[in-house]
């Protein structure tokens, strides 16, 4: 009883293990090719299926690589920030240094108004 149970189990685990790696994307398998995978577990049901779910598959959210593809260049996307939302705080920051500008300007010039009208009086 024990040995159908665990040939069972094995029979289960190997099939689960090709079916992840059938459906799998291709940029979440790591070390080996997706068919080298399958022929692993093929060829040696449990060890296969066991190295398949410990080694083969990225566990980790999409990355995006640095420049040439280095992966030690890679970094997480983020996902709160959108380009629309940076470009709306720059414009903001923009709009708020004008003003600051155009507020010191007007003062300067205020300020040369009564320098000048102050000998007058």
């Not at 040439?68 to 920051?93: H, M």
């Amino acid at each position: 009883m024990a040995q159908v149970l665990l040939s069972v189990a094995t029979l289960a685990l190997m099939i689960f293990a090709l079916v992840d790696i059938i459906t799998s994307d291709n940029w979440r398998i790591r070390y080996l090719p997706k068919f080298a995978w399958a022929l692993l577990v093929i060829f040696l049901p449990l060890i296969g299926s066991i190295l398949w779910l410990i080694l083969g598959k990225e566990r980790r959210a999409p990355t995006v690589l640095g420049s040439f593809g280095d992966a030690r260049r890679e970094k997480t996307v983020p996902q709160y920030s959108s380009t629309e939302s940076e470009l709306a705080a720059v414009e903001r920051e923009i709009a708020f240094h004008e003003k600051q500008a155009e507020i010191r300007r007007l003062e300067a010039k205020l300020d040369a108004k009564r320098k000048g009208a102050e000998p007058n009086t």
